[in-house]
């Protein structure tokens, strides 16, 4: 079988250091993003210009739908929003098109205290419901079933220290004998084990949001999504929704079929 063509990308930005690997025919692009903490800026050109993707084998940008839990969605105040923050990735801006999206989060295991690992299931779940007053969210019963796979591992090193948590997303190709090929997404979240209750719940909730398309951070500690970590961390902020309200009229090429 003739091997497919690479396309290595490297983006160099403010925040993170991003690398792409596109395969043509089999279309995967995985990308990390590294969750330490960062002050956000207003995402600049990168430092490095990648060169373009090949258009001519992916769909045309386009905006599905707002789903119908976000159009229902009215803002309690006018605090504005950090949309501003917010990268789209290669493929455009990272959006959901199916729903309920699927989550798994690794169950309590007898490698570890019964008790530590069963509280931190319960907070994980406490997040996912959350978020679904936003999205619709579900719990998968295996990680081959999930759209969001949550696992109780410590991150990858970045930076010279330790993460607390990290989500990455990678690209690919589905392919049906009922409906045209389409390109999905699948996002894996990592919390590390060890976390203080208030931590595990405020890592799960920042993750999902990122897990959710809000690929950047807010600038207000008020927010769910704020860059650090902070004493008394905040729920799902009307900013954070208003964010991923935004997030979700945007065009995207994930989700409609490839040519």
Do not use: N
């Not at 079988?1 to 930005?13: E, F, I």
């Not at 925040?15 to 590294?34: E, M, N, R, Y």
């Not at 919390?191 to 959710?212: W, Y």
């Not at 860059?227 to 997030?247: A, E, H, K, M, W």
Request: aromatic share 8%.
């Amino acid at each position: 079988m003739k091997r497919p063509r690479v396309q290595k990308l490297t983006w160099v930005s403010t925040v993170c250091i991003v690398t792409v690997l596109f395969v043509l025919l089999g279309t995967h692009v995985a990308v990390p993003l590294s969750d330490a903490p960062s002050p956000p800026v207003p995402a600049p050109s990168p430092a490095i210009a990648p060169p373009p993707l090949p258009s001519e084998a992916l769909p045309p940008l386009r905006a599905h739908p707002l789903p119908p839990t976000l159009a229902r969605w009215h803002s309690p105040d006018a605090s504005g929003d950090y949309f501003d923050q917010i990268r789209p990735t290669p493929l455009g801006y990272l959006v959901w098109f199916e729903f309920p999206v699927k989550v798994y989060i690794e169950p309590a295991s007898s490698g570890v205290t019964p008790d530590r690992s069963q509280v931190w299931v319960q907070l994980v779940q406490q997040a996912v419901r959350e978020w679904s007053e936003y999205l619709p969210l579900t719990l998968a019963a295996t990680p081959a079933a999930a759209d969001i796979q949550i696992w109780r591992t410590t991150p990858s090193l970045g930076r010279g220290r330790a993460r607390s948590a990290e989500t990455r997303y990678e690209f690919f190709v589905r392919r049906s004998d009922h409906a045209p090929p389409k390109i999905v997404q699948r996002l894996t979240i990592t919390l590390r084990p060890g976390l203080a209750d208030v931590q595990i719940l405020a890592a799960a909730r920042h993750e999902l949001g990122h897990a959710l398309g809000i690929w950047g951070h807010s600038p207000l500690e008020t927010d769910a999504l704020y860059y650090s970590q902070v004493r008394t961390p905040p729920p799902v902020s009307s900013r954070d929704v208003r964010t991923l309200r935004r997030i979700y009229e945007q065009p995207t090429r994930l989700g409609w079929p490839v040519p």
